[in-house]
């Protein structure tokens, strides 16, 4: 999993107490996803008054925390698709969007778009639609590690743990003994 793009914490709040100044009468941890999609301020509030019970509900994940998703500002490991990892950390899109086909403002305005990404991707892993591409983690001490080529860790034999009915969910202890695994298998440790 990526390292996300942090979001700036007091320009967050400052435009989170403006819009909540000019919108008094709005519970701002209701307020619709098209609204937050379309106005900043009501996203930043949004993510302001929903941050300690997302972050809780969430936890981390590697060692990375989540971040507010740059479009509709909910809590999220999940990033933007089209990003590409080896110009650095991607930027937040929440699970939502992303089944929307959002990317991140920076993807937008490059013309980068989500079928751009998910191609990309397919060609790094020959098609194989099991395979999770991993950038970089956080380690037990909460250092980000980075992973340059990024690696390619085949999960398909992880979909048992999934449960019934198979949710996509992949239990993520698993995934980071792989990774753990293929990044001593790179840097030679074990191999006597």
């Known amino acids: 999993m990526p390292a996300l793009v942090p979001h700036d914490r007091d320009a967050m709040h400052a435009s989170a ?58 809590w999220t490991h999940a990033y933007c698709e089209s990003c590409r990892l080896e110009d650095g950390a991607p930027f937040p899109v929440c ?19 989500w079928e751009v990404g998910r191609d990309e991707h397919a060609a790094r892993t020959q098609g ?3 395979v999770l591409e991993v950038n970089g983690y956080h380690n037990e001490l909460g250092e980000y590690i980075e992973c340059r080529p990024p690696l390619q860790i085949d999960v398909e034999d992880l979909a048992h743990l999934a449960g019934p009915g198979g949710d996509g969910l992949i239990y993520a202890q698993e995934i980071f003994a792989r990774v753990q695994a293929a990044m001593d298998a790179r840097s030679g440790i074990g191999m006597d």
């Open 17 to 74: 107490k403006t819009w909540l100044r000019g919108h008094p009468n709005t519970m701002a941890s209701e307020v619709h996803r098209i609204r937050r999609l379309v106005e900043p301020g009501a996203r930043n509030a949004y993510s302001v008054l929903t941050m300690v019970a997302a972050k809780s509900r969430l936890g981390t994940l590697g060692g990375a925390v989540p971040e507010p998703c740059c479009l509709c500002g909910e």
């Open 95 to 113: 699970t939502t969007c992303d089944g929307a086909k959002a990317v991140c403002p920076q993807c937008l305005a490059a013309d980068r778009t």
């Open 128 to 130: 194989r639609d099991t």
